[in-house]
């Protein structure tokens, strides 16, 4: 596909298996995780049929094999999020252990001030809650506006309120509750000037919309590859070179070690400082098919054909006097993610029924995101609808009519 057209959604769709088998059904849970394309699931099939080795340890040719395959990776992902110096990409499991390095490899001292949003993940949450316990760290919380829209002059007030004793800003970058954006950039020449690093927690940005980690101005960069067509146990942590190279690594021994005796021991420089235990080879393996495959389009087409779908959607169901869209009444403030609130009716079982009904499957539940619904009193949390750019439009009319007619049925509305 070249880039400047229009997403070529049915190109795309060729990839997945899933999505070229009859009666297919409506694939909603992007936020979530995505669907795996062909050339992935091949590629972590290769590496135990043909080279089922590690890198960076044995010499012969499958060792070497892999060893520049997790080369060749790194450096893709690198390319993907537009970081100079691939070295700064490190591999994990995923975005929650990607957090919890920072939070434990960060030297800490009693007093620190952490910063985050009212609307983040449990795996942005907890890693500074425990900090706090075991280090004598402080977190504040900066609340949103009512739409969910960030509060950027909160968040100034939060930082003088810290003053020196500012170490950390942690935020998301887009929401996995609603789809907004934080902007990254502004708070990150904001918690600058304070001395402080800034953490952007891509989860649902790296998958979703252009990434140049340079131009969002920020220290650390986390993101999770299931999210964007890799395989699952795959994760990446981007960092400037001269913070990672100070974090104590969570995984110690293995390939992170440069040296040592009964006494002491010293540390490799990044990545392999951080890279404790043997990789996640064939995980890699399809992360590199993922990559290239997402390399042939252009991620802003990927954001506006999500924008597109997550308009009908919405405008499907806004007429509903049961529901409530979580967010900003825009659809182009919240991506692909149409999250609603259900009143009086039960979150889970419209979730169930909308399978049921006609294979529309969509996430219903709190989302990791307790400490929002919990301010809001919303106890069963939404029922969330997120799409991907394989997604359709008539996937996305199929979702809006398939939720109206369960929605009515359960009211008495359709009798």
């Avoid at 402080?138 to 020196?164: M, R, W, Y």
């Avoid at 986390?222 to 960092?239: D, Q």
């Avoid at 990044?270 to 495959?293: F, K, N, V, W």
């Avoid at 969330?384 to 359960?410: G, H, M, P, Q, W």
Wanted: proline fraction near 4%; glycine fraction near 8%; charged fraction near 20%.
């Amino acid at each position: 596909m070249k880039r400047g057209e229009f997403m070529d959604v049915a190109g795309f769709r060729e990839h997945f298996p899933v999505l070229t088998e009859d009666n297919c059904p409506v694939y909603l849970d992007n936020a979530c995780m995505t669907l795996r394309p062909k050339t992935v699931i091949d590629a972590v099939s290769d590496y135990y049929t043909n080279n089922p080795s590690c890198a960076g340890r044995s010499v012969h040719r499958w060792g070497m094999s892999i060893s520049r395959m997790v080369s060749r990776t790194r450096r893709k992902l690198a390319t993907h999020i537009h970081a100079s110096n691939p070295q700064e990409v490190i591999f994990t499991s995923n975005a929650t252990h990607s957090i919890n390095q920072i939070a434990s490899g960060l030297k800490w001292k009693k007093g620190d001030v952490v910063i985050t949003s009212d609307r983040e993940h449990n795996s942005n949450l907890i890693p500074w809650l425990q900090a706090k316990e075991k280090f004598g760290v402080e977190l504040k919380t900066v609340q949103s506006h009512p739409d969910n829209t960030f509060d950027i002059e909160a968040f100034e007030n939060a930082c003088a309120d810290a003053g020196d004793s500012l170490r950390l800003v942690s935020m998301v970058h887009v929401g996995n509750l609603d789809g907004v954006e934080i902007p990254i950039s502004d708070v990150s020449k904001i918690a600058h000037d304070h001395g402080a690093l800034v953490h952007a927690d891509g989860a649902q940005s790296a998958p979703h919309i252009p990434i140049d980690v340079s131009a969002l101005g920020c220290d650390l960069f986390s993101f999770s590859l299931h999210k964007m067509l890799g395989p699952t146990g795959v994760g990446a942590l981007w960092g400037r070179e001269d913070v990672l190279n100070d974090f104590e690594p969570i995984l110690a021994g293995g390939g992170t070690v440069e040296d040592a005796d009964s006494i002491s021991y010293k540390l490799r420089t990044i990545p392999d400082r951080l890279e404790g235990g043997l990789g996640h080879y064939s995980g890699i393996c399809g992360t590199e098919a993922a990559l290239d495959l997402l390399a042939q389009y252009d991620m802003s087409e990927f954001a506006a054909q999500e924008v597109k779908l997550n308009q009908i959607m919405s405008d499907g169901i806004r007429h509903l006097p049961e529901v409530s869209i979580i967010g900003p009444e825009n659809p182009a403030q919240r991506g692909g993610i149409c999250s609603i609130s259900l009143h009086n009716l039960d979150v889970q079982n419209v979730g169930i029924l909308m399978d049921e009904v006609n294979s529309v499957f969509v996430r219903a539940g709190l989302h990791c995101v307790n400490q929002w619904f919990n301010s809001q009193n919303l106890e069963q949390g939404s029922l969330r609808a997120s799409a991907y750019a394989y997604n359709t439009e008539e996937e996305a009319k199929c979702f809006a009519d398939t939720f109206c007619d369960i929605v009515d049925s359960l009211t008495g509305r359709s009798e």
